[in-house]
């Protein structure tokens, strides 16, 4: 069977850290059981992607060879309704200065005057060169940009915070409830339902409001 043991000795006899010009790691085990092999120093993400191609080519199929990247999530307001996943997607990778497929496009919701906001995903630095312009311009709109603060460490089983899927010890598993609205039978992005939290509601609070809102 697999063993990181065993593929972190294969890895050590067939690739040369001084060769790529890396100095300096670090070794940790993720809460799920994964090996993160952190890449230190001047250049590290340019240097981390080098590594996880070396590590992909060494390892062939008997290990999945990711790069996390921490993320930064932006709100879009004042976005027109002809506008594209991809032109917004273009549009935000161009002023964050990174690549159109590290960029994630929620589905757009209607404002009150008639414009539509979204969401985006993307590499926390270029998330927060985008937050910097403040304003930037998707068609003919210039959208206004927000950037949203980091979330809390959230259990994808029972939707509470504080722990995640791994170590979660609830009775309740949420898994199949729309993260909307709390019902069963379609998810997030195709729900038209009144807002619900349903961790609010479950603790009888107010819950006319989507999971992780300010106060929830």
Request: charged share 25%; with cysteine; glycine share 10%.
């Amino acid at each position: 069977g697999f063993s990181y043991a065993d593929a972190m000795r294969k890895a050590k006899d067939n690739i040369s850290l001084q060769d790529m010009g890396i100095k300096n790691t670090r070794i940790r085990r993720s809460l799920g059981g994964a090996l993160f092999i952190e890449v230190l120093g001047p250049n590290g993400d340019e240097l981390a992607e080098k590594l996880k191609s070396e590590l992909t080519k060494v390892l062939g199929e008997t290990a999945s060879v990711t790069r996390p990247v921490r993320q930064g999530e932006l709100r879009i307001v004042g976005v027109d309704e002809s506008a594209t996943f991809d032109e917004m997607a273009a549009a935000v990778a161009s002023a964050g200065g990174c690549k159109e497929n590290e960029v994630t496009i929620s589905p757009m919701r209607p404002m009150y005057n008639g414009l539509y906001m979204t969401w985006a995903k993307l590499p926390l630095a270029a998330a927060t060169r985008v937050a910097n312009r403040r304003r930037i311009k998707i068609g003919w709109v210039n959208a206004r940009i927000e950037f949203l603060d980091a979330k809390p460490m959230q259990c994808w089983r029972c939707w509470e915070f504080g722990h995640v899927q791994a170590n979660c010890r609830s009775n309740i598993d949420r898994r199949g409830l729309c993260f909307r609205c709390g019902q069963t039978g379609h998810v997030a992005k195709d729900c038209s339902a009144q807002l619900k939290c349903a961790l609010c509601s479950a603790a009888g609070r107010d819950a006319q409001h989507r999971i992780g809102a300010m106060g929830c």
